[in-house]
């Protein structure tokens, strides 16, 4: 099992530009989140999704779209790149509601 | 919504000795405690969890401790070692979000 992947591990963007960062579950996981890491703000959700089809809105959504069109694949889009979008992304997923979640191992995005 | 604090920002402590992370959490209804350990260019991994039905639990040298009634929770690592230096998070929440504190680094100097 590889467990949680992401796509790709470090990328440079400017201002403006789009881009799609890809998550892949192998644990036949219902739930899947995209998570955001900053200095001294710890992790903050983006968006998350329930099942296969689903989608929902997190804590800071704004500036950023996701799709679930397959069960073990999340997709976390940004239509156009600025800088305050610089971070870490982590992908998470779990079995269920209330569930451990298990991180992908992040992307890091600057955007210039 | 849920709001989590963690305590202390930073923690320094030798080898074999104990270190306590405190959360606090703003939502009674929050029933899964999760507690992360990041090592420095990877993703979150969980080290153990509690549930809102048992006050305690422990894991050979990890621990956390869950008390309702003040919504705090704790982490207590014991004779510790050079490899647990990181980052920990705590976590609250349940059925389908987890809000997360903002880390504790936890260095252990030989």
């Known amino acids: 099992n590889a467990g949680v992947t992401q796509t790709p591990k470090f990328r440079v963007l400017k201002t403006g530009q789009s881009m799609t960062l890809l998550c892949a579950q192998d644990?036949?996981?219902?739930?899947m989140y995209w998570y955001r890491q900053d200095p001294g703000m710890g992790l903050r959700l983006i968006h998350y999704s329930v099942g296969e089809g689903t989608t929902a809105k997190g804590e800071v959504p704004d500036g950023y779209n996701v799709s679930r069109l397959k069960k073990q694949n999340f997709l976390l889009g940004l239509e156009s790149a600025a800088p305050s979008q610089t971070s870490v992304y982590f992908c998470a997923s779990s079995y269920a509601r209330g569930e451990t979640q298990y991180f992908g191992p992040g992307t890091r995005l600057l955007v210039l | 919504g849920e709001n989590v604090e963690q305590h202390p920002s930073t923690l320094s402590v030798q080898e074999g000795d104990s270190a306590v992370i405190k959360c606090t959490y703003s939502?009674?209804?929050?029933?899964?405690f999760p507690w992360y350990k990041q090592e420095l260019g990877k993703g979150p991994q969980l080290i153990i969890d509690?549930?809102?039905?048992?006050g305690e639990k422990k894991d050979q040298r990890i621990a956390v401790t869950l008390n309702k009634t003040a919504k705090h929770f704790s982490l207590h690592i014991t004779e510790t070692q050079p490899e647990d230096s990181a980052v920990y998070f705590c976590a609250a929440g349940g059925f389908q979000k987890l809000v997360f504190g903002t880390g504790t680094r936890l260095l252990v100097s030989p």
């Open positions: 509690i549930r809102s039905n048992v």
């Open positions: 644990m036949n996981h219902e739930y």
């Open positions: 939502d009674s209804a929050s029933n899964y």
